[in-house]
């Protein structure tokens, strides 16, 4: 009897890739309204001032919804599956922004607004190039040794400078300026993300333990020695607390993120209050920053009347719950700087606790996507990259609030977004285009592997021979019919 063949099992359908959605329609409604948001607001102001809505309103809104909307055709259709909240956030911050500047100008009969407006224009421009040019994130590691080189340039030069509004963090050319430090930042991420991706092993898994903490090993030192000396020398020499603190703390966070060792954290404490404590004791415009933060009441006590720290507090406290509404507050009384270093005393004065909030909930939601695009990245520098930049911001709104509300030394730093200040703006829409890409490259589907080909089979062997029951009869070696 012929052995019967088994047929070929027919190959199944391919697997269809998973499909994720890419809400750029959610992403142009949420930026249409982050637009009319801020349209508002400035019709508000008007009608609080003048008792009228600004004649230019509507260019106001149509400029911003132009600009809003480039942004938004660049990511379209270079990074489709980015995250669809971190445009429109960066649009509400700009326009709320330009609101406030606009209604200071009103109050101190100058004109900031229509020069922040350009600024705004050269980011948005900017945020497009990258988007459009940057196909893929991890060439940016062909220049991580270039752009550490450049960061240090940058942050020498003002040294050499003749000291502005009492620090040496400006450059100026002709009647341009603009703080190297805010280019400086962005580029050293770059640098940690890249040698932490490449030395996370080293860092993480050897060193020593001294009571409850794995401290690392000395030579494993070497680099955030280095990292000290430089923050130590941009605090002494150009009299710039703020930028040292975020330059160091941007470091620690991500050489905490790449290894998990509190150990890194502990030493990095240490270095911070070995590098400020001795410059806020001697250098005279640290310490005079130290001093007012605490005795901010100390020029009312002498008969010299508010100084600009005890009016923040006075216009935080003026706003109470609800605020003044736009256009009624007296955060003009601060003077100096009011729509920069201090501009988050007038939203705290005009919208109130409830406002003040809602604005620290964007930046919290800015900076979660953020964080939440580095999560899903399996690439160790997208993801240390995405988390530093992610942290940048977070450090920069910290120490500035912290700054206005007295929780610590000022710094001189702007507000991300809202303060007046070119080269702040333009730098934070180079890093909001960046977290655009990084969460594009995380929410892409990936194209599995095809599988490999089958490998010719053997033919099948015949059937052998049933074994007879017992008590059949059949002579062995026989198949029963």
């Known amino acids: 009897m012929a052995a019967a063949t088994v047929p070929a099992t027919p190959a199944g359908p391919a697997t269809p890739l998973p499909r994720v959605p890419t809400r750029r329609g959610t992403e142009l409604v949420l930026v249409l309204l982050a637009v009319l948001i801020a349209a508002f607001g400035y019709a508000d102001v008007g009608l609080a001032i003048d008792d009228r809505v600004p004649p230019d309103t509507l260019g106001y809104g149509v400029g911003l919804g132009l600009l809003a909307l480039l942004g ?45 407006l350009v600024w705004s224009a050269l980011g948005v421009a900017l945020f497009a190039a990258v988007v459009l040019l940057l196909r893929d994130y991890r060439v940016l590691q062909r220049y991580t040794y270039l752009l550490a080189f450049g960061a240090i340039v940058l942050m020498i030069v003002p040294i050499f400078l003749p000291a502005v509004y009492g620090a040496k963090i400006w450059i100026q050319i002709g009647p341009l300026s603009f703080q190297p430090g805010e280019v400086a930042k962005i580029a050293l991420a770059i640098f940690f993300a890249s040698y932490l991706a490449l030395n996370r092993d080293a860092l993480a898994l050897t060193g020593r333990r001294v009571w409850k903490l794995e401290l690392p090993r000395g030579r494993d030192l070497g680099p955030i020695m280095v990292i000290w000396l430089v923050s130590t020398a941009v605090l002494f020499l150009e009299q710039d607390l703020g930028t040292c603190l975020i330059f160091f703390g941007l470091f620690l966070v991500m050489l905490y993120t790449a290894t998990g060792r509190i150990g890194w954290i502990a030493v990095g404490l240490v270095l911070v209050g070995l590098a400020v404590v001795p410059v806020a004791l001697w250098e005279p415009h640290v310490h005079s920053r130290f001093v007012d933060w605490l005795h901010p009441m100390a020029s009312i006590d002498a008969g010299q009347g508010a100084g600009q720290l005890a009016q923040s507090l006075f216009a935080f406290a003026a706003g109470g719950l609800l605020g003044t509404g736009l256009g009624q507050g007296h955060s003009y009384l601060i003077g100096f700087a009011v729509k920069s270093d201090w501009i988050l005393a007038t939203f705290g004065e005009e919208i109130g606790l409830v406002g003040l909030a809602a604005l620290m909930l964007v930046y919290l939601v800015l900076v979660v996507r953020g964080y939440r695009a580095g999560a899903m990245l399996r690439d160790p520098f997208g993801r240390l990259l995405a988390i530093g930049l992610a942290s940048l911001l977070a450090l920069q709104v910290f120490v500035v609030a912290g700054g206005v509300t007295d929780l610590i030394p000022l710094t001189g730093m702007t507000m991300p977004f809202l303060a007046q200040g070119g080269s702040s703006l333009v730098t934070n829409w180079v890093l909001v285009a960046l977290l655009v890409r990084l969460s594009d490259a995380a929410r892409r589907p990936h194209v599995p592997p095809a599988p490999a080909p089958d490998a010719p089979s053997a033919p099948a062997a015949p059937p052998s021979p049933a074994a007879p029951e017992p008590g059949d009869g059949s002579a062995p070696g026989t198949v029963r019919p």
């Open 72 to 116: 938004h055709l660049a990511v379209r259709f270079r990074a489709p599956y980015a995250d669809p909240l971190l445009l429109p956030l960066a649009v509400l911050l700009n326009g709320l922004g330009l609101v406030v500047i606009y209604r200071l100008d009103r109050a101190t009969a100058t004109s900031s607004a229509p020069s922040q």
